[in-house]
Nanobody, 120 residues
Framework: QVQVVESGGGLVQAGGSLRLSCAASGIVSISVMGWYRQAPGKQRELVAAIPRAGTINYADSVKGRFTISSDNGEKQVFLQMNSLKPEDTAVYYC???????????????WGQGTQVTVSS
Protein backbone atom coordinates (compact mmCIF):
# COMPACT_ATOMS: atom_id res chain seq x y z
CA GLN A 1 0.00 0.00 0.00
CA VAL A 2 1.36 3.38 -1.03
CA GLN A 3 1.57 6.00 1.70
CA VAL A 4 2.67 9.63 1.50
CA VAL A 5 3.03 11.45 4.81
CA GLU A 6 3.92 15.11 5.33
CA SER A 7 5.18 16.77 8.49
CA GLY A 8 6.65 20.05 9.62
CA GLY A 9 3.84 22.55 9.23
CA GLY A 10 2.91 25.06 11.89
CA LEU A 11 2.51 28.69 12.86
CA VAL A 12 5.33 31.13 12.23
CA GLN A 13 5.73 34.89 12.13
CA ALA A 14 6.38 36.71 8.88
CA GLY A 15 10.07 36.51 8.01
CA GLY A 16 10.46 33.19 9.75
CA SER A 17 11.29 29.75 8.41
CA LEU A 18 9.78 26.28 8.32
CA ARG A 19 10.95 22.99 6.88
CA LEU A 20 8.44 20.53 5.51
CA SER A 21 9.20 16.85 5.10
CA CYS A 22 7.45 14.17 3.10
CA ALA A 23 8.10 10.46 3.20
CA ALA A 24 6.74 7.89 0.76
CA SER A 25 6.50 4.18 1.27
CA GLY A 26 5.16 1.21 -0.64
CA ILE A 27 6.56 2.41 -3.98
CA VAL A 28 9.16 1.00 -6.31
CA SER A 29 10.51 4.03 -8.15
CA ILE A 30 9.89 7.76 -8.27
CA SER A 31 9.86 10.05 -11.28
CA VAL A 32 8.86 13.39 -9.72
CA MET A 33 8.39 14.67 -6.17
CA GLY A 34 6.71 17.98 -5.51
CA TRP A 35 4.98 20.33 -3.15
CA TYR A 36 1.64 22.03 -3.80
CA ARG A 37 -0.41 24.39 -1.67
CA GLN A 38 -4.00 25.44 -1.40
CA ALA A 39 -5.14 28.59 0.36
CA PRO A 40 -8.78 29.08 1.40
CA GLY A 41 -10.93 29.91 -1.59
CA LYS A 42 -8.12 29.30 -4.06
CA GLN A 43 -7.09 26.49 -6.35
CA ARG A 44 -4.29 24.15 -5.48
CA GLU A 45 -1.05 25.38 -7.03
CA LEU A 46 2.42 24.03 -7.63
CA VAL A 47 5.05 25.36 -5.24
CA ALA A 48 8.08 23.35 -6.33
CA ALA A 49 8.86 20.08 -8.06
CA ILE A 50 12.02 18.02 -8.33
CA PRO A 51 12.29 15.33 -10.98
CA ARG A 52 14.54 12.30 -10.75
CA ALA A 53 16.35 13.75 -13.74
CA GLY A 54 15.89 17.26 -15.03
CA THR A 55 15.36 20.78 -13.84
CA ILE A 56 13.82 21.79 -10.54
CA ASN A 57 10.76 23.96 -11.00
CA TYR A 58 9.58 26.70 -8.62
CA ALA A 59 6.54 28.94 -8.62
CA ASP A 60 7.56 32.53 -9.27
CA SER A 61 6.11 33.57 -5.92
CA VAL A 62 8.58 31.42 -3.96
CA LYS A 63 11.75 31.68 -6.03
CA GLY A 64 14.69 32.73 -3.90
CA ARG A 65 12.85 31.93 -0.66
CA PHE A 66 11.97 28.22 -0.88
CA THR A 67 14.28 25.32 -1.64
CA ILE A 68 13.16 21.82 -2.55
CA SER A 69 15.43 18.84 -2.05
CA SER A 70 15.05 15.09 -2.07
CA ASP A 71 16.60 11.86 -0.92
CA ASN A 72 15.38 9.32 -3.43
CA GLY A 73 17.14 6.53 -1.62
CA GLU A 74 14.98 7.24 1.41
CA LYS A 75 11.99 8.29 -0.74
CA GLN A 76 11.79 11.66 0.97
CA VAL A 77 11.32 15.21 -0.24
CA PHE A 78 11.82 18.39 1.74
CA LEU A 79 10.78 22.02 1.38
CA GLN A 80 12.83 24.63 3.18
CA MET A 81 10.78 27.81 3.42
CA ASN A 82 12.56 31.02 4.38
CA SER A 83 11.40 34.64 4.54
CA LEU A 84 7.83 33.48 4.91
CA LYS A 85 5.01 35.87 4.12
CA PRO A 86 1.37 35.89 5.23
CA GLU A 87 0.39 35.04 1.66
CA ASP A 88 2.26 31.75 2.01
CA THR A 89 -0.45 30.61 4.43
CA ALA A 90 -2.03 27.46 3.02
CA VAL A 91 -2.33 23.73 3.36
CA TYR A 92 0.78 22.23 1.80
CA TYR A 93 0.54 18.91 0.03
CA CYS A 94 3.23 16.53 -1.08
CA UNK A 95 2.75 14.74 -4.39
CA UNK A 96 4.82 11.80 -5.55
CA UNK A 97 4.68 10.43 -9.08
CA UNK A 98 5.75 6.87 -8.58
CA UNK A 99 5.29 3.27 -9.55
CA UNK A 100 3.72 0.85 -7.12
CA UNK A 101 5.07 -2.72 -6.95
CA UNK A 102 1.95 -4.20 -8.55
CA UNK A 103 1.84 -1.90 -11.61
CA UNK A 104 3.89 -1.13 -14.70
CA UNK A 105 2.92 2.54 -14.84
CA UNK A 106 3.42 5.71 -12.83
CA UNK A 107 0.62 7.32 -10.82
CA UNK A 108 0.30 10.42 -8.63
CA UNK A 109 0.07 9.89 -4.89
CA TRP A 110 -0.88 12.70 -2.51
CA GLY A 111 -0.27 13.24 1.16
CA GLN A 112 -2.96 14.40 3.57
CA GLY A 113 -1.59 17.94 3.76
CA THR A 114 0.01 20.01 6.48
CA GLN A 115 -1.11 23.49 7.54
CA VAL A 116 1.31 26.39 7.29
CA THR A 117 0.17 29.65 8.85
CA VAL A 118 2.23 32.83 8.63
CA SER A 119 1.18 35.66 10.89
CA SER A 120 1.88 39.29 10.07
Amino acid sequence: QVQVVESGGGLVQAGGSLRLSCAASGIVSISVMGWYRQAPGKQRELVAAIPRAGTINYADSVKGRFTISSDNGEKQVFLQMNSLKPEDTAVYYCKIRARAPTTDWYSDYWGQGTQVTVSS
